[in-house]
Structures are given as C-alpha cells and as structure tokens.
C-alpha cells in the first residue's frame, strides 16, 4: 500500500496569511494526487486533482503543486471560510489513500 | 444538482449486519465507478471498496474483505454496502462518492451515514 504523510498536523495562521501543506508518498504517484477541504460535521470537498488541477468553483487562492512523492498545498491569502481539515489522497493504485490531514486553526 | 443521499446506518452488534444504500441524482450515474469511503469519529478518511460502471469489477480494503459486499443497481440509480460480521472498529461515518472511470479523486460525496458497531 502507498502510505501518504501529511505535515505538519495542526498549522495556526491568521487570515491574509500564505498557507502552505506537504504531502508525502511512500513511492511515485507521479501526478495522482487530490487535495480535499473538510469542515467539522460535513463531507469532503475536492479542492485539486491531479496534483495541480484546480476544480470547478474552488477559488483561485488554492493551488497545488508536485509530482512524483512530494506535493504541495498553497492557500495564497487564508480566508475566514478556510479554517478547515485538508487531506491528500493518491490515486495511483489500489487501495486509493489518504494522508492523515492538516488542521488549520485560526492564530 | 448532483447528489449522493447514504442511508441504513446504525447502531448494531458486534458480528452483526447491516446494509447501506445511497441514491443518486442529478448526473448519469453509469458514467461513474462508485466508491465508499469511511471516517472514524475525528480522525482521517478510508478508502473502503469501488465498484466499477457495470458491476463486473469490485475492489476492496484488506480491512473488510470477505465481510463487505459492494453492488450497484443502474436502474435505480442506486449503490450499496452489505457489511456482514461487523467488529467494533468498523464504528465511522460512511460515504458514497463517485469518479470517473478508472483510478480517480471524487468529486462529490453523500452527506454520511453513521454506522457504530457496540455491544
């Protein structure tokens, strides 16, 4: 199995701040990555597919970055709306894997 | 509007079953695999099983394999979860998303049904 590290766990920002959060693979996932946006008592919310792709109706402050094992998460100005747990998760190969998300809590 | 609506959690015994539906709406939902995906109470997400377009194919976690039953009806638009010889760590929220065929991310989900597993 692919085994995703997120850092770090628990990030504390302030609003206007830049954002950013690593995701690890345990081998190359070349660009088969997604990044997802959960808020307490609701489902995810996909923010970036393969690795980069922004989805339709995510604001542009969100991008994402890398291949192979290394990604990034950027939040270029952290909005009040963005206090949220984020996740990565592979889909290079089965089982499909995510890493184990970063919380980001306001300073 | 795309939806994925879960339902048939619950509180059940440990060894007991229980089966999970979800309804979709709003997309032609023999464009996409449908996958389940659970969540233990404040911690991270688990890939559960994936069902591809026509049914023939299944995938399962090592986790719930020979316990776990996924299928799908195309003509309800409908997925399901059967879940036999249920153990308490199989206690999480369980989601039903969907992607485009093959390996993919999940663009929508359910809202979640809660399935807890306590004697």
């Known amino acids: 199995d692919i085994q995703m590290t997120q850092s770090p766990s628990t990030l504390s920002a302030s609003v206007g701040d830049r954002v950013t959060i690593t995701c690890r693979a345990s081998q190359s996932i070349k660009s088969w990555l997604a990044w997802y946006q959960q808020k307490p008592g609701k489902a995810p919310n996909l923010l970036i597919y393969k690795a980069s792709s922004l989805q339709s109706g995510v604001p542009s402050r969100f991008s994402g970055s890398g291949s192979g094992a290394e990604f990034t998460l950027t939040i270029s100005s952290l909005q009040p709306d963005d206090f949220a747990t984020y996740y990565c998760?592979?889909?290079?190969?089965?089982?499909?894997?995510f890493g184990g998300g970063t919380k980001v809590e306001i300073k | 509007e795309v939806q994925l609506v879960e339902s048939g959690g619950g509180l059940v015994q440990p060894g007991g079953s229980l089966r999970l539906s979800c309804i979709a709406s709003g997309f032609t939902f023999t464009n996409y695999w449908v996958h389940w995906v659970r969540q233990t109470p404040g911690k991270g997400l688990v890939w559960v099983s994936r069902i591809n377009i026509d049914g023939s194919s299944t995938v399962y976690a090592d986790s719930v394999r020979g316990r776990f039953t996924i299928s799908r009806d195309n003509a309800q638009n409908a997925l399901y979860l059967q879940m036999n010889s249920l153990r308490v760590e199989d206690t999480a929220v369980y989601y039903c998303?969907?992607?485009?065929?093959?390996?993919?991310?999940?663009?929508?989900w359910g809202q979640g049904t809660l399935v807890t597993v306590s004697s």
């Open positions: 998303t969907r992607g485009p065929p093959d390996y993919s991310s999940f663009d929508s």
């Open positions: 998760q592979q889909y290079s190969s089965n089982p499909l894997t």
